[in-house]
Nanobody
Framework: VQLQASGGGLVQAGDSLRLTCAASGHSFSTYGLGWFRQAPGKEREFVAALRPRGGTTRYADSVKGRFTISRDNAKGTGYLQMNGLKPEDTAVYYC????????????????????WGQGTLVTVSS
């Protein structure tokens, strides 16, 4: 599976962006979808995750209530809707896939993800 993330850009605080993660291959629907981000000088951190068939989601506390993860398995595409963006959301955002066997408590760890997109830069100005 190959992943292509897009949709990043330069926005002002309070604006919205929608990131897209396009997957090639035939098995997208059998993987959990995750979004991670990495700010300059910081480690990669978990943002959000969604089970293979949708439904169960998990979010980092810093984005709860502002970000929404979703997916369209028929299109092999995942999304991250980001509202109320803040300067501290500035980072390179990565989408990734984890096997459906990954237990929920482990879905926050980047080590559980097998496939990664190349990242898309989101810059939020104050």
């Amino acid at each position: 599976v190959q992943l292509q993330a897009s949709g990043g850009g330069l926005v002002q605080a309070g604006d919205s962006l929608r990131l897209t993660c396009a997957a090639s291959g035939h098995s997208f629907s059998t993987y959990g979808l995750g979004w991670f981000r990495q700010a300059p000088g910081k480690e990669r951190e978990f943002v959000a995750a969604l089970r293979p068939r949708g439904g169960t989601t998990r979010y980092a506390d810093s984005v709860k209530g502002r970000f929404t993860i979703s997916r369209d398995n028929a299109k092999g595409t995942g999304y991250l809707q980001m509202n109320g963006l803040k300067p501290e959301d500035t980072a390179v955002y990565y989408c990734a896939l984890t096997p459906q066997s990954t237990i929920l408590s482990s879905i926050y760890s980047a080590r559980e993800y097998n496939y990664w997109g190349q990242g898309t830069l989101v810059t939020v100005s104050s």
